[in-house]
């Protein structure tokens, strides 16, 4: 059964426990449970002159007119509690409240637990979420906030993404998937970003039904067999669209991409006019790739060595050499360059290259997230276990903070 049956299922097991708590608690609260009777004594009786049957199904009709009755009371009831949906019924009048033929009952009746189970089951129809589907949560100023405190040296970086992403989800109608090309040395934070997004857009990150995540040389690593790489990933695209209507696709390692391939992504990338229909617009593309941090490296380098903050490196002037790399590169080698020409990738992200204070602030992070108290010495001693380059300077971090997580293993007792 598929993934999107769940929250169907989910629903009606909490519909068959609400009427459970219902037929259970139609007395008052706090009443002791008499003890048991004959059902139809406990109706009334027989009543005298008529058939067994006849007075079965009278009692029956009784019996539930009075369960829907309070079935509806107590959904008003926990509607105004939990989402202060229909108040207007507590506010009647204290006789109007005496003269209705439900027993008076209070908020101990439903209990806490049942409020959340009722709230979750309630959400899963979307009307208590903003975004129209829990599983979506779109929060952006939670991902600009750890952008700011965890993402170290990426002032464009944190820039970009965090407007594209605003505007784009912001936009009643985009004609088109939004497409970001992540680019730089390994370990500047292009997988960290990428995750980052996931985490603040869907409720569940990464394993959530709704992104999807391809690693060229793990699954597709043969050339023989494009064609079937080509079907599946067009297959595994349109499934994740159907199933939400805002979906995430990151492809790591983007510059081995076959360019066969592009023929299966190229379509739910492209421009759609309002009444298609196909519904791609809410679809985002990341694509991560080492290709142009040699280029990203040498703009950096020429302003440190003109006594330039990288601060002042501006989006346009990176931008404009990268976008120039990478339509120059080999169509057979690198299918971006498709991309670039036919104007679908939106935005070209520059990841600059880590120095050593970065450096720094990667182990500081890596001891806090596991709980490790550190010195100044100890992520000094940290630092200067990477490699820096160029030679002369020894100004960039060669695999950027990639590996200081497990550099502080030697710090343990």
Known sequence: MGPGRLPARRGLGCCV???????????????????????????????????????????????????????KQYWQYVACKVWQEGCEEEEKEPEE??????????FSLVGQDYLEILSAWYCSFGKCCETGDCRIINNITGLEADLSAQLHGQHLAKEVVVRALQGFLQSPGP??????????????????VARLVASHLYRDGLKSECVRVFISLLHFPHHNYMDSYKAQLQRQISETLQRCRQALFIFDEAEKLHSSLLDAIRPFMAHHDSKGQVDHQRSIFLFLSNLGGNTINEV?????????????????????????????????????????????????????????HHVKLCARDAFLAR????????????????????KEEKLFSAQGCKSVPQRINYFLP
């Open 300 to 356: 950096a380098l020429d302003f440190w060595r003109a006594g330039r903050a990288r601060e002042e490196i501006s989006m346009e002037l990176l931008e404009q050499r990268l976008r120039l790399e990478l339509q120059e590169a080999a169509e057979n080698s690198y299918a971006h360059s498709h991309l670039l020409r036919e104007n679908l990738i939106d935005f070209v992200v520059p990841f600059l290259p880590l120095e050593y």
């Open 371 to 390: 709980g490790l108290p550190y010195t100044e010495a100890m992520l000094n001693e940290v630092a200067q276990m990477m490699v820096f380059v160029p």
């Open 97 to 106: 409240r005496q003269s209705s033929p439900i027993p008076s009952w209070g």
């Open 17 to 71: 426990l609400v009427l459970l708590l219902l037929l259970e608690g139609s007395g008052s609260p706090g009443t002791p449970t008499p003890p048991r009777r004959h059902w139809a004594e406990e109706q009334g009786g027989v009543p005298e002159g008529k058939p067994w049957g006849t007075a079965r199904y009278e009692a029956v009709k009784k019996h539930l007119g009075t369960v829907s009755a309070l079935s």
């Open 175 to 192: 004609q088109k998937a939004l497409v970001l090309s992540f680019h730089g040395w390994s370990g500047t934070g292009k997988n960290f």
